[in-house]
């Protein structure tokens, strides 16, 4: 079978974590990698042993003939480039967001109907085994959902020397820790149920209305710059924190809270599904262990281990028990999902990776909760 031609576009944390992963998937080959500079561009090229590079993301869509590119740009960059490489009949794998709004979600939604094409996004906590475990254990075995809670708490941006491109809103859009990382737990708890967000009313909040962003460049997730390093003060206009109230579209009722202002949490997500036979809870920190909690017998630690797992979780799983496994399996397990859809012209309903159309519904939800802390009130999601 041929190899399905890929173009990686951005070479940061993320798009170098996707070169990786797509090496380990088999039947797939880097052909190319786009960064924000020519110089920049050659010199990951070289490091990740990639033969093409380009300065413009266009000129390798012209040049390379591609099945596949992967969109890892800073959030600005989504609609345009998915958008230029489906109209040109390409598949696409994306980073979150999708986009910057519902509305240039729709033209993407609009583009993939036309073309029939594959689209992914890259909600890789979905593929983490024990989650598929949870999965099937809330729809089999959970009785009644009663109620849903949990978190993503980060510290990343604690301190007001903190600053990254996603600050800035016409780089990473009007939300940032709602559209950052509040839209995984959305898109976390609606895949564990198989129920939409149907309304919510929300609270968000600015800790530091000025941030000092430093006057040279900032990469996220990178260490505090020293004392003496030189700032510029910057208006901060994205929200450092949110607490959400919601309904299902069957009437559950749940509640989260989503904050990168939280010292000592370094990638917290937290989700327990309480229903009527049992309560069941997951952590990404603690991504190994599931726990099952009982009214009328001892709790139970389910420990991953592919021979203890049902059948779907345990395909997630590439090692024994008792050997750790983690983002980074979450992140192939994530994409090789979606190369095995297009490999089999499959119908995406029946695989697990997030459509285009789920990171259009991430979308709405982040607008949801911005009008609702805006307006004080409950809001409906269309």
Known sequence: MAKLKVGIIGTGFVGRAHVEALRRIGNVEVKA????????????????????YYADYLKMLEEEDLDVVHNCTPNYLHFPINR??????????????LVM????????????????????VNYNYRHYPLVKEMQNQVQKEL????????????????????????????KGGKSRVVADIGSHFCDLLQYLTGKKISRLIANTKIVYSERKKPLSEVKSFAKAEAESAE??????????????????EDGTAGSFIVS???????????IEISGSKKSINWSQENANHLFIGHREQANQDLVRDPSLLAEKAAERCYYPG???EGWSEGLKNSIKDFYKCVLESGNPVEYDFATFADGQQEVKITEAILKSSREEKWVEIE
């Open 84 to 97: 230029d490489f489906l109209e040109a009949g390409v598949h696409v794998f994306a980073e979150k967001p």
């Open 33 to 52: 990698v786009v960064a924000s500079s020519l110089e920049s561009s050659k010199k990951a090229a070289a490091e990740l042993n990639v033969p093409g």
């Open 101 to 120: 709004n519902t509305k240039e979600g729709r033209e993407l939604l609009e583009i993939i109907e036309k073309k029939e094409l594959y689209t992914g």
């Open 231 to 248: 700032y510029e003060e910057y208006q901060v206009e994205t929200e450092d924190y949110a607490s959400i109230l919601f309904e299902l």
């Open 322 to 324: 008792g050997h750790i």
């Open 143 to 170: 009785g009644k959902i009663l109620h849903i809670q949990g978190h993503y708490l980060q510290d990343w941006m604690l301190f007001k020397t903190d600053y990254s491109w996603r600050v800035d809103p016409e």
């Open 260 to 270: 990168q202002v939280d010292a000592g949490h370094k990638n917290d997500l937290f």
